[in-house]
């Protein structure tokens, strides 16, 4: 069974103060690796795709990352406006379309 | 803007009384998907349809139906919503089954009194 596991499932960081979530996964085949944005009571807005590993994507104050069986969501200074849920999901290749979400990590930016 | 529309936003039914919720795009995307999503759960897939053809997951309730007149609505209906389908329920589009880039609209929460 296709697994993607995310951590941490919360974190607290000072305004500037970079680090990394990770996105593990399990999936045969990977066709895919997505990361998305999600906020408090909203769709979740697609960030980046990772299609094979050493892929890097980079948008603003965040790069995406992929190995063999992780991906990091690297975030450099970060600042108030970057608090999110931030969502990983797999996809498999062949004939099963599906994408497997992680529960996500919600980073909280304080000022 | 191209964009995924989902309406209401936010809707209240009553315990086992029918709902139905729209989704609408304006990307003219084949493949529209609906996802549900309870608290600080990841996104669960329930169905999708690419063009006309209908696609259910294999633990979707039988309470969960769906249908799409045109390539630009789909509706999601819960034909007796229970207290445990209180979440929101979230529509998504692709190009296609093998374009993974999902494009989500804002979402709609339900909630069942």
């Known amino acids: 069974e296709d697994q993607v596991t995310q951590s941490p499932e919360a974190l607290r960081l000072q305004e500037g103060e970079s680090s990394s979530l990770n996105c593990s996964y399990t999936?045969?085949?990977?066709?895919?690796l997505f990361w998305y944005r999600q906020d408090p009571g909203k769709g979740p807005e697609f960030l980046f795709t990772?299609?094979?590993a050493g892929e890097e994507k980079e948008k603003e104050r965040l790069k995406a990352t992929l190995t063999k069986k992780e991906s990091f969501l690297h975030i450099t200074a970060p600042k108030p406006e970057d608090s999110a849920t931030y969502l990983c999901?797999?996809?498999?290749?062949?004939?099963?379309?599906?994408?497997?979400f992680g529960k996500g990590t919600l980073l909280t930016v304080n000022p | 803007d191209a964009m995924v529309i989902q309406n209401p936003r936010y809707q209240v039914t009553q315990f086992g009384k029918p709902v139905t919720l729209s989704c609408s795009q304006t990307?003219?995307?084949?493949?529209m998907y609906w996802y549900q999503q309870k608290s600080s759960q990841a996104p669960k897939l329930l169905f999708h349809?690419?063009?006309?053809?209908?696609?259910n997951e294999a633990d979707t309730p039988d309470n969960f139906q769906s249908r799409r007149p045109n390539t630009s609505f789909c509706f999601l209906d819960i034909r007796s919503p229970g207290l445990g389908d209180a979440a929101m329920y979230l529509c998504?589009?692709?190009?296609?089954?093998?374009?993974?880039?999902?494009?989500f609209g804002p979402g709609t929460r339900l909630t069942v009194t």
């Open positions: 999936v045969s085949g990977l066709r895919g």
């Open positions: 349809y690419y063009d006309k053809d209908f696609n």
């Open positions: 990307l003219n995307h084949n493949v």
């Open positions: 990772l299609y094979s």
């Open positions: 998504a589009t692709s190009r296609a089954l093998s374009s993974y880039e999902q494009y």
């Open positions: 999901a797999a996809g498999r290749g062949g004939s099963n379309y599906k994408l497997t």
